[in-house]
């Protein structure tokens, strides 16, 4: 087996740092190996974000990541002075964010944006402009010579996600995460981002995480699921099984929630009782327990991750109880 | 019976600095049955959002009647506006924006009964509080809750139950489960159907989620840049589309199978043009694939082609002629 491009081993990440404090994931494992492409599904409070926040060393106060190792190409993140970390970001690993008003610099030219990311890992100048152009007319900007020189509030919102996107490729980065990049979009639009992304990922091996509270969108993106649900990692496996033979409860229920684009009976969506929990609540066993409707006895204490058919679960009632 | 009926409303705003206008609603009329949902589908800039405040009369339309019960609401007194008015209610996308930080569910909805002279004396508003609180699944001590003690999905049950209050015929639902969390979309989808059946309540769904107003519509509207370019039975417009810009909205709803369809790729090329120069002759015509000649000089109209679904396509209409 080859060696994996990232590693999270044992991840918690608190908030706070006094009495008190509250674990917001707990102990989460996860491997990406390289050329794959993952989707990291859960709902608000699932911990998919901070986690991704973890691997770019980007959560700040009162948000820490307390116990727990990341590794990008065997290279311990932890281990790394905050100088190194910034030549590992935008360059080794880069992530686009769901709303690329806040993270394009409103007072800068966009095109000024890719260069500056580009120079900030040693490229020269002209070079950084001859590929800030390429970069551009790659992500599909029309006119990528009059586009660069727009500000961000000039440019529409899928305009803006695609010069975002440029950024983020700037230095050919090995790993993308891309965090609910098309959640703000319309549908029209998402769906251009989404077959982007996916043709350039291909076209330069480039390894994907999507992040997303949407199953719908990720199913013909992704090669693998991880699901996560009050910051623990509940199911991982390939995503054809996630759809089609989904393991644990709450997957299941997930993707019965969303209505059915072939079904004229339009029935009642499937509901999930109850509310995912909060920071500040533990929760005896499993995360998922007190909103499950197969919980038994033994979901009193925690479960942990093992492998089932050709993922892994974590949960307790054997499928055949439930299925 | 016809409850609401809009005949050719037209909605112009002055562009601020400039000597444009802009036509966010363009032509429209439309008619609603009485239990019936009629769903509007389209995105962003296409004046979805305009046409519900014009039904609702937060608006005044340029030209075009509102006719409500066979009343036109422009030829009422202030008084019999304010009485018919009750009678069509609004409800937002962001209940958090729409609510009071500082009030309580209580005291929003016991407001709303105050100022229209509902309920009777405090205790008779009080009881039906507690009423309207159980119509939308609350307890009673949620009547004690600020709008930040709320989850989004409960915030968006006490917008409801605000429209509720003065006993509405009518609910306009701008995009109301478009902010929530997956599975919590799924419990307020599944209530706007209950209240509708057990109210005999009839709905605009406003929303830019095709897989939504799939699932509640009777009937559905799409719209493009201020006009409607197709209108049908739900599953005429939907699972049969012929305008060629409902192909690509539908196109790119995404299927929660990865074993649909072959490769990703965009179901439409460009953005929706700037409304304030909407190109010429059928505003779709740059993006749309089945452009030819006439579609860039003449504006096609809504027209009959098969039964009950019209279509503003000079190529349907050509191909698939009047019904």
């Given at each position: 087996m080859t060696e994996p491009l990232l590693q999270i081993e044992d991840l918690v990440v608190t908030l706070g740092a006094r009495t008190g404090d509250h674990d917001i994931v707990h102990g989460i494992s996860l491997r990406v190996q390289p050329g794959e492409t993952l989707g990291v599904v859960g709902e608000s409070g699932s911990g998919k974000t901070l986690t991704m926040l973890a691997v770019m060393r980007l959560l700040s106060p009162p948000l820490a990541m307390s116990r727990g190792s990341i590794r990008l190409e065997g290279e311990d993140l932890a281990a790394l002075s905050e100088s190194e970390m910034r030549g590992v970001r935008g360059r080794k690993v880069a992530m686009v964010y769901q709303d690329p008003m806040t993270s394009l610099n409103p007072l800068m030219r966009v095109g000024d944006q890719v260069i500056e990311a580009m120079t900030a890992h040693g490229v020269d100048d002209d070079e950084a402009r001859r590929r800030a152009l390429e970069t551009m007319a790659r992500v599909e900007l029309p006119d990528p010579e009059r586009t660069s020189?727009?500000?961000?509030?000039?440019?529409?919102g899928g305009m803006r996600q695609r010069a975002l996107i440029a950024t983020a490729l700037a230095n050919d980065p090995t790993l993308l995460i891309a965090d609910e990049p098309t959640t703000a979009l319309d549908v029209t639009i998402q769906r251009q981002i989404l077959a982007l992304v996916k043709h350039l990922s291909d076209e330069f091996h480039m390894t994907t995480v999507w992040v997303t509270h949407d199953l719908g969108v990720i199913a013909r993106l992704v090669d693998r699921v991880v699901v996560m649900y009050g910051g623990y990692i509940v199911e991982d496996a390939p995503v054809d099984q996630i759809f089609h033979a989904p393991q644990h409860p709450y997957t299941k229920r997930l993707l019965a929630s969303?209505?059915?684009?072939?079904?004229?009976?339009?029935p009642p969506l499937a509901q999930i009782p109850g509310r995912p929990p909060l920071p500040s609540e533990s929760i005896e066993g499993c995360p998922f327990r007190p909103r499950c409707q197969e919980a038994i006895e033994s979901c009193l204490t925690l479960p942990s991750l093992e492998p089932r058919l050709e993922g892994a679960v974590a949960c307790w009632v054997p499928p055949e109880r439930w299925g | 019976m016809v409850i609401l009926e809009a005949v050719d409303l037209h909605k112009r705003y002055p562009v601020r600095g400039t000597e444009l206008i802009v036509n966010a609603v363009n032509g429209v009329s439309l008619s609603l049955a009485a239990g019936e949902t009629l769903g509007i589908v389209g995105e962003s800039g296409c004046g979805k959002s305009t046409l519900a405040r014009l039904l609702v009369r937060l608006e005044e339309p340029t030209s075009g009647q509102v006719l409500l019960d066979g009343v036109d609401l422009g030829s009422l007194s202030d008084r019999a506006m304010r009485e018919q008015r009750r009678k069509i209610q609004l409800v937002f996308q962001d209940p958090y924006a729409s609510l009071?930080?500082?009030?309580t569910a209580g005291q929003t909805l016991g407001e709303v009964l105050a100022v229209h002279g509902l309920g009777g004396d405090a205790k008779g508003r009080r009881a039906r509080v507690y009423e309207l609180l159980d119509m939308v699944g609350l307890r009673r001590s949620f009547s004690e809750r600020l709008p930040h003690e709320m989850s989004g999905g409960q915030r968006q049950r006490v917008g409801i139950a605000r429209a509720l209050a003065v006993d509405p015929r009518v609910i306009l639902l701008d995009e109301p489960v478009s902010a929530l969390d997956v599975s919590v979309r799924a419990e307020i989808m599944n209530l706007l159907g209950q209240l509708r059946d057990d109210l005999g309540l009839s709905y605009v769904f406003i929303s830019h989620d095709v897989a939504m107003v799939r699932h509640l519509s009777d009937r559905v509207g799409v719209m493009y840049l201020g006009r409607v370019v197709e209108a049908g039975p739900w599953k005429e417009v939907v699972d049969r589309p012929l305008h060629p810009y409902t192909l690509a909205l539908r196109e790119a709803v995404p299927v929660p199978d990865p074993r649909t369809g072959g490769e990703l790729q965009a179901s439409v090329s460009g953005e929706v043009p700037d409304p304030a120069q909407p190109p010429s002759g059928c505003t779709f015509h740059p993006r749309c694939p089945l452009a030819e000649e006439a579609c860039w000089t003449d504006e096609p109209q809504l027209e009959?082609?098969?039964?009950d679904h019209h279509v503003a396509c000079h190529v349907v209409q050509r191909e698939h002629g009047p019904a």
């Open positions: 020189r727009a500000y961000p509030h000039e440019l529409s969303l209505p059915n684009p072939a079904d004229d009976s339009r | 009071n930080p500082r009030r009959l082609i098969r039964p």
